[in-house]
Each structure stands twice: as structure tokens, then as C-alpha cells.
């Protein structure tokens, strides 16, 4: 029976005189056997330092695989109880190896195709895999096994899609798909209920895609967004929603105006260096606001009870529809029963720390919004600074 895991050893003598010896836990491989010749039960605990045992108690176990530990305090007890263990074999206590005791593998990083493990597995206490240049299409399956994995780099494959596979990385916090072949946002990120509530970091730079898709909003956990250096025309209205975005970089890319929505975010920092921006002064179109039709009336219910709908339930056309929603500076879905404005708005509005978008040092952008009613273009015509104070 053996148990490889982070020990502490206590001296309850110690606890007793309140006193308390400071110690650290070390890797180390626990056994319960018999000893030869006296064929006594005893516990044994090797650590690299003293690789062929002592034997003590008091100890604290760490880092140990649950079932293991279970199973290993069960025999304990029984041990402890003075239970008949006849019926259990127990090997005889020997010296362990270095490498059983070795602490778990954590960190791997492939950077040439000749060092991807195409034989041996990847060790399945990893924390961190980078797997770079090795013109990978598809994702690895035995990646989705990886059940600690917190950071995944993929960056300078040839990927072009990500597989549902990745909502069992429960953990992964961190994907970086930097210099792939994605011409299309991998939705299936956003769709997954693991990643909308694990993935804080998302990097999708120089590759080819044309637009952040709505869904974007559902990673509401997202903190860094990265995609610089692709062709980028349009952000999402409901961009407003990532409440914990901090850092948003999408330099090199087609922009040529900002959602309204974007200015309710609050980054540290902020990158559009080198879009399409064109420069307006224009303020509002309209007068007045029409009485919605009964198709825009069913929309807004729609988006904003948040019902769900796909293609499997709605027409095409109604899908596209909803997806096309924008959003009031009040917070309102509408669609094309609102009224439209552009103005030039000061990044600083929504960080301090900016970098210009042109050779020039501007640091202003035009901004889109829509005014879902009358009262909302009443509040605009009024002050329309309001929406940014
Ligand atoms: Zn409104």
C-alpha cells in the first residue's frame, strides 16, 4: 500500500507545551508493510533525502490523489485498530526511486515537432502546456484530458477551429491561439458553460478573423481580450456586458467605429492602434422615433428576457434578426425602430492608460449608438455627454 504525496511531520509532544517547530512539507512516497524478518505492519515514509524510509507518526498528507489517500487511511485505521489483516497483502517496505517521489510535472513546453509526445502521454498533472510551431490542425483529444490544465498555448499552428472537447479543461483560465488559421471567432468558446465562467484570458491575434461575434459576451469572466493583427470590422453591441474586461487590444484591424456599449467598459488599458476609423461629426439622423412594429416588439421581449433561441427553433432570418439587436444607451434592445447617432468620443473615457490609434496621437474614436424611444432621444438631444458621465 502506497501513497506518494507532500508530507509534514507534527510533533504532537510539541503542540502540547504550546510550542511549534517551524517545518515544510516535503515530497515524499508513504508505504504501509510488513518488515522482513519481524513481519510486523509498519508505516514508512521515503523523501529523496532519505530514500530507504523511517518510520513515524504524527504526519499531515498534501497534494496526495484523493482515492489513494481514502484507501490508504482505510488501511491505516484498521492498522490502528489492531484489525486482522491477514487477509490484506502487504509487500515488504523497500527504498523508493527518485523519480516516484519526484514532485508532479506542472509546466511542459514543446517548441519543435520532434519533441511532441506522440508515444508517451502527456503527464496528467499539468498546469501549463505550450505547444508551439508544430503545425498542428486540429486540437490534440488527449489534451481534453488534461483535467488541471489552466493555461493552453497553441500559438503558430494552423488551427482553424476549436472542438467542444475543451469544455472538460474546467480550469483553463488562459488560451492563446496567437498566429493560427481561424478566419472565423471559434464560437464553440463562448457556447461552453466551463469556459464562460473559467476564461480570463483569450488571445486570438494574427489570424484572419473578420468579426467578434455576440457570444463573445457570454465569457463573463474574461479579463484580457487580444486580437490584434486580423481583419475585425465590427465588435458586438453587448460588448458592454464583459464587466471584468481590463485589458482589450485590437490593433491592426478594420475598425472604422465603435459600439456605444464600449464605453460603459472600465480598462486599465486599451490598444486600437492602425483601424480603419473615419472621422465624424455627425450627431444625430432623425427627429423622432417611429412606434415600433409588432416584429421589433417581439425582439425586444426576446433579448431582453434573455429567451434563448437557435435555428432548430426560429427561422434563419428571425435568428439573424435577433442576433442584429442594438443596444440603447438606456441598456434597451431595439432594432431598426430606433434612431441612430455618431459622435467622436475620448478613449479616456474609458481608461487611463491608452495608446494613441494613429501616427497623429489621437486618442479620440467614433463611437454608434441607438436611441430605442422618444425619452431616450429627448435625454440625448438634451445632453449627449450623459451616456459617458
Ligand atoms: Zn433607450
Not at 507534527?10 to 524478518?37: E, F, W
Not at 484498521?78 to 490484506?88: A, F, I, Y
Not at 489552466?150 to 475543451?166: E, H, R, T
Not at 472604422?256 to 467598459?265: D, N, Y
Request: proline residues 4%.
Amino acid at each position: 500500500m502506497r501513497l506518494t504525496c507532500d508530507v509534514e511531520v507534527l510533533d504532537r509532544m510539541l503542540a502540547t507545551a504550546n510550542l511549534r517547530k517551524a517545518s515544510k512539507p516535503v515530497r515524499a512516497q508513504m508505504a504501509i508493510g510488513r518488515s522482513s524478518p519481524s513481519n510486523n505492519v509498519y508505516m514508512m515514509i521515503c523523501t529523496t533525502k532519505d530514500k530507504s524510509g523511517s518510520e513515524q507518526f504524527g504526519q499531515s498528507f498534501h497534494k496526495a490523489d484523493v482515492i489513494q489517500l481514502k484507501s490508504f487511511l482505510n488501511v491505516l485505521r484498521q492498522v490502528v485498530q489492531g484489525k486482522t489483516l491477514d487477509k490484506t497483502v502487504f509487500s515488504v517496505l523497500a527504498p523508493v526511486t527518485t523519480k516516484k517521489i519526484e514532485r508532479p510535472k506542472t509546466v511542459m513546453v514543446i517548441t519543435t515537432k520532434k519533441n511532441y509526445p506522440l508515444t508517451t502521454n502527456f503527464p496528467s498533472t499539468l498546469e501549463t502546456l505550450q505547444v508551439n510551431d508544430c503545425n498542428m490542425r486540429r486540437i490534440d483529444s488527449r489534451i481534453f484530458q488534461l483535467r488541471n490544465l489552466v493555461s493552453l498555448d497553441l500559438s503558430d499552428n494552423s488551427l482553424n477551429d476549436v472542438l467542444d472537447g475543451i469544455g472538460s479543461l474546467q480550469m483553463l483560465a488562459e488560451l492563446i491561439l496567437k498566429n493560427n488559421k481561424f478566419q472565423k471567432f471559434p464560437v464553440t468558446i463562448c457556447k461552453l458553460k466551463t469556459l464562460q465562467k473559467s476564461l480570463s484570458l483569450l488571445d486570438l491575434s494574427d489570424n484572419q478573423i473578420r468579426q467578434l461575434p455576440v457570444q463573445i459576451c457570454e465569457l463573463t469572466n474574461l479579463m484580457t481580450l487580444k486580437a490584434d493583427n486580423n481583419v475585425i470590422e465590427q465588435i458586438p453591441p453587448t460588448i458592454g456586458r464583459l464587466q471584468n474586461l481590463k485589458s482589450v487590444s485590437l490593433a491592426g484591424n478594420k475598425l472604422t467605429v465603435l459600439p456605444a456599449g464600449f464605453m460603459r467598459l472600465r480598462l486599465e488599458n486599451v490598444d486600437l492602434y492602425g483601424n480603419s476609423f473615419i472621422i465624424t461629426e455627425n450627431e444625430t439622423t432623425a427627429d423622432s422615433v417611429d412606434v415600433p412594429t409588432l416584429l421589433e416588439c417581439a425582439a425586444r421581449y426576446v433579448r431582453k428576457y434573455r429567451l434563448p433561441y437557435s435555428e432548430e427553433d426560429l427561422h434563419p432570418h428571425l435568428c439573424r434578426y435577433l442576433d442584429s439587436a442594438r443596444v440603447c444607451w438606456c441598456g434597451s434592445f431595439c432594432f431598426q425602430g430606433s434612431v441612430g447617432y455618431t459622435r467622436m468620443v475620448d478613449l479616456r473615457a474609458v481608461t487611463s492608460a491608452i495608446t494613441a490609434v494613429d501616427t497623429t496621437g489621437r486618442t479620440a474614436v467614433p463611437v454608434q449608438g441607438y436611441l430605442c424611444s422618444p425619452q431616450c432621444l429627448n435625454k440625448f438631444k438634451t445632453d449627449p455627454n450623459a451616456y459617458w458621465k
